[in-house]
């Protein structure tokens, strides 16, 4: 456990004041001790993958950030599955799954985090997301039961997986694969990597899409219409490459991206009548 912990270290746009302790348990039977800890203690707990898709405020965050970075394992399993422990990164991952030559998750090149993330996020791009290739999760409920739920009872939405008991954790995944050529499944992946690196910021500190596409229509078309592409308040900066995109210019404050995130909401609403709803999670306090 590590205590007085900046946010700004652990989550990928690199703001964020003090989490109050962190803990990365080391198996199943921590995690659930934490957990029940938590409980008894009425301490609060925080999920974090890799901080991808997370603005964590500037007064930081009271109880316990919890990463599972030690629960990584990645294993074939029979029948085209991949079971995925939630701690792996997207690059080991995509790494093993061009190794051995399982495709289907190729679409996930890019999208940087661990599976945890992905999953919670119902990660993807258009016309592809997890909830394409979850066959069931290992979710271990806050008082430190295992479930395993299949993807009949899982609820997937736009960016979200509704419906686990508040507190609960994925803990693995068993991921749909099937068998490819190696060099097909690496080379679909750098095309996809290449795609984004000419439409997307990825020399700076992100957090990439802030909000959600509405339907029929893109949130950085939309934020580009109403002139904000390149507007910046303090060191938060609507990207110049891609206007869905906040990046941190240096210096940047949790205050100063959400003025950014509201300001769009509200000149959006002006300039196109469209609802702006945010992807990235908020995690924290907002200083008094
Ligand atoms: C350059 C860039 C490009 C991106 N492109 C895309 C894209 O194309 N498509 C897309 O969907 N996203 C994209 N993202 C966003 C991000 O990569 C995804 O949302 C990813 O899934 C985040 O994973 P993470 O582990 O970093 O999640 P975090 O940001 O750490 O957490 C996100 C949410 O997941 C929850 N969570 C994490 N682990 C667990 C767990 N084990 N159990 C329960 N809840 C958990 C957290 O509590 C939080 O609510 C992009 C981000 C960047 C920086």
Known sequence: MRFEVPMSR????????????????????ELATLLRLCAEHRLPHQMLGAGFNTLALDGG????????????????????????????????????????GLGGLEFAAGIPGTVGGWIAMNA???????VDVVKELEVMSPTGQIRHLGAAVLVFRYRALRGLAPGSVVVSALLRVNPMDPGK????????????????????????????NPRGDFAGRLIEAAGLKGHQIGGAQISPVHANFI???????AKDVLALIHEAQLRVKQASGARLVREVRIVGKEIA
Do not use: W, Y
């Open 10 to 29: 652990l989550t990928s746009l690199g703001v964020g004041g003090p989490a109050d302790a962190v803990a990365t348990p080391r198996d199943r039977a």
């Open 61 to 100: 965050l009271e109880g316990v950030v919890i990463q599972l970075s030690r629960l990584r394992l990645v294993e074939e399993r029979p029948g085209g599955a991949l079971r995925v422990e939630a701690g792996a990164s997207h690059g080991q991952v995509l790494r093993i799954c061009s190794q051995r």
């Open 124 to 130: 993807g791009i258009p016309g592809r997301e997890m």
């Open 185 to 212: 499944v690496r080379a679909k992946i750098d095309e996809l990597l290449s795609r984004r690196a000419t439409t997307q910021p990825l020399s700076v500190p992100s957090f990439g899409s802030v909000f959600k």
């Open 247 to 253: 990046a941190n210019t240096g210096g940047a404050t």
